[in-house]
């Protein structure tokens, strides 16, 4: 079982940038990808993110791409969110996820999950 704990979220304007950080731990490491995740009050968790460890392969959704950036240090076992021009559809708790699956829009193949960093975005 992999431990994922994130961290650097807070409360921001619109337009400022924040970088989330998802550190990974444990006995054994066997995800393929990891991703990033949000959810707001009343809505459903969305996919934002990730990024494939071996390769370093990114995806994004459409709703975040041109302004965030996933990327990896693999020696840290860390993979970071860097959020820029932020707005307050950002706002919602994030959760960083490790898959075992070979498909990155494989929900159900993300086995690993944080505990979530919350992000405010205020007007």
């Known amino acids: 079982q992999v431990q994922l704990v994130e961290s650097g979220g807070g409360l921001v304007q619109a337009g400022a940038s924040l970088r989330l950080s998802c550190a990974a731990s444990?006995?054994?490491?066997?995800?393929?990808?990891m991703g990033w995740f949000r959810q707001a009050p009343g809505k459903e968790r969305e996919f934002v993110a990730a990024?494939?460890?071996?390769?370093?392969?990114?995806y994004y959704a459409d709703s975040v791409k041109g302004r965030f950036t996933v990327s990896r240090d693999n020696a840290k076992n860390t993979v970071y969110l860097q959020m820029n021009s932020l707005k307050p559809e950002d706002a919602a708790v994030y959760y960083c996820a490790g898959s075992i699956s070979g498909s990155v829009y494989f929900i159900p193949g993300y086995r690993y999950w944080g505990q979530g960093t919350q992000v405010t975005v205020s007007s």
């Open positions: 444990g006995r054994t490491f066997s995800a393929s990808f």
């Open positions: 990024i494939s460890w071996s390769g370093g392969s990114t």
